[in-house]
């Protein structure tokens, strides 16, 4: 009983790590392919824009929810880019990601810059 009981357990936690592991996969092509692909150009990395977000509303779930805001309607309101930036490289044009895929980039935007749990 026991036996089985830990098999399914390990069974379950392999099956959900997989799972989990294919969602960073396809989070890092989305985000590879339409984030940096544009971003690369721009003379201020992703990672310091992430750190501008994370200063300005300092939770995961407000900047993934600032992120989306501003991907799915960029204003220069909601901009956290500098006047000069957007002067010269103009604002972000609506992403054309499904609301799926744009959560999986902000997921994996989000798995690769954060500074929680990895300050010793």
């Known amino acids: 009983m026991v036996k ?6 390990l069974a379950a936690t392999w099956l959900l790590g997989a799972a989990a ?5 396809s989070g890092r092509h989305i985000y590879e392919k339409n984030c940096v692909a544009c971003h690369r150009k721009l003379p201020v990395s992703l990672e310091n824009l992430f750190f501008n ?3 300005k509303y300092s ?5 993934k929810e600032a992120l989306r805001s501003f991907m ?3 204003t220069k309101k909601k901009a956290l880019a500098s006047e000069e930036l957007i002067t010269r ?3 972000m ?12 980039a902000i997921d994996y935007y989000w798995e690769t810059y954060k500074v929680f749990g990895k300050i010793k």
């Open 53 to 55: 977000y994370l200063l």
């Open 4 to 9: 089985t009981i830990l098999v399914s357990v």
């Open 21 to 25: 592991q294919e969602q960073m996969d």
């Open 72 to 74: 799915k309607h960029p």
């Open 93 to 104: 044009p609506k992403s054309g990601l499904s609301d799926t895929d744009l959560r999986k």
């Open 59 to 63: 939770s995961e779930r407000r900047v």
């Open 89 to 91: 490289y103009g604002l």
